[in-house]
Nanobody
């Protein structure tokens, strides 16, 4: 069974906003740290946001102040609000469960959702 389904990606202009969603199974989502990753051709998949079960968040410098990760445990859904988008934010965005105490994804990747920011 598919455990992760990302959606919400689109093509936007520089400075625009998007809200991504990740629908997960309860067993995959609840009681776990979750994160958003992005993949750019020629580059490694990078973690761009993570959120713990109690709502604590961590962001790398390139997205701080622009991206906000959140979770709705009742709906087993993860969100990524992206504001003031830049061309360098372009990529395929994926969600995943993180191995406890690490930044490593542990579930089979979903299809991802494409975000394209034009200049």
């Amino acid at each position: 069974q598919v455990q992760l389904v990302e959606s919400g990606g689109d093509t936007v202009q520089t400075g625009g906003s998007l809200r991504l969603s990740c629908a997960a199974s309860r067993s995959s989502f609840n009681m776990n740290t979750m994160g958003w990753y992005r993949q750019v051709p020629g580059k490694q998949r990078e973690l761009v946001a993570r959120i713990s079960i109690n709502g604590r968040t961590i962001y790398p410098d390139p997205v701080k102040g622009r991206f906000t990760i959140s979770r709705d445990d009742a709906k087993s859904t993860l969100y990524l609000q992206m504001n003031n988008l830049k061309p360098e934010d372009t990529g395929v965005y994926y969600c995943n469960k993180l191995l406890p105490g690490t930044t490593k994804p542990i579930l089979t990747w979903g299809q991802g959702t494409q975000v394209t920011v034009s200049s």
